[in-house]
């Protein structure tokens, strides 16, 4: 620095002035090495999407979770491996991120894979716009889910079993009651006769059943109704 500032012989007045543009290009500078090094490093997919859709600048951990290399990427839009089911979603929300209706938008959505298999992730959109508002390109941060996705798959499908047992009991109950009620009509019928025949032998022989017997009798009555 000392020979640079040798060589050139700038006035003082002038290094005066060049020394705070030259410290805030260099803070510039760093800044931008950081954020290209907290790009490349970060422990979710990152990507920069043209308005079109198309990959503009991706991450090695994008890379990894929909296992394409970074220059088969780039030959790509997100439409491209986005599951079928899930873009008119998508395609709405980046709608309204270009209309100013929202600043971002968050989702969960399925990529297809190179070899065709299907990967869950949560994705995160902002858009980035120049200084007098005109749309750049998207930023997209993509966190894989599969692993939480299948959880709750494996938990629903638990969910759905458990219901279509507890379905099948209430019906065996409902059955069980039914053979009980049955079961208690054909038990109740020979008892009835009884009682009845009871009451006509009370009848027949009014006035000469003793006491202790028509004490029984009667007992015998009541614990049939």
């Known amino acids: 620095r000392k020979w640079l500032a040798d060589q050139m012989k700038f006035p003082p007045c002038v290094v005066a002035e060049i020394r705070p543009e030259f410290h805030a290009f260099a803070r510039r500078k760093g800044d931008c090495i950081a954020l290209n090094r907290l790009f490349e490093q970060a422990a979710v997919g990152v990507a920069h999407v043209g308005l079109e859709g198309q990959w ?24 491209d491996i986005t599951h079928p089911d899930d873009l008119s979603t ?34 995160t959109v902002s858009l980035r716009r120049d200084a007098a508002g005109a749309p750049i390109h998207f930023i997209s941060v993509v966190a894989d889910i599969s692993d939480r996705k299948q959880a709750e798959f ?3 499908e638990q969910t759905h079993e458990l219901a279509k047992t507890f379905a ?14 049955i079961v208690s009509h054909d038990l109740k019928a020979p008892l009835r006769a009884i009682s009845h025949l009871s009451i006509w032998i009370e009848d027949d022989l009014a006035g000469q059943v003793p006491p202790e017997t028509q004490e029984y009798l009667e007992l015998m009555r009541s614990r049939v109704e």
């Open 56 to 79: 503009l600048r991706v991450n090695q951990k994008l890379c990894d979770i929909v296992r394409y290399t970074e220059s088969e990427l780039l030959d790509l839009t997100f439409q």
């Open 168 to 181: 099948l009991v209430k019906q065996r109950n409902q059955e069980l009651d039914q053979f009980a009620h």
């Open 154 to 156: 494996a938990l629903q």
């Open 90 to 123: 998508d395609l709405e929300y980046i709608r309204q991120l270009l209309g100013g209706e929202i600043q971002t938008y968050a989702m969960e959505k399925r990529y297809i894979r190179k070899q065709g298999e299907i990967v869950w992730v949560n994705l």
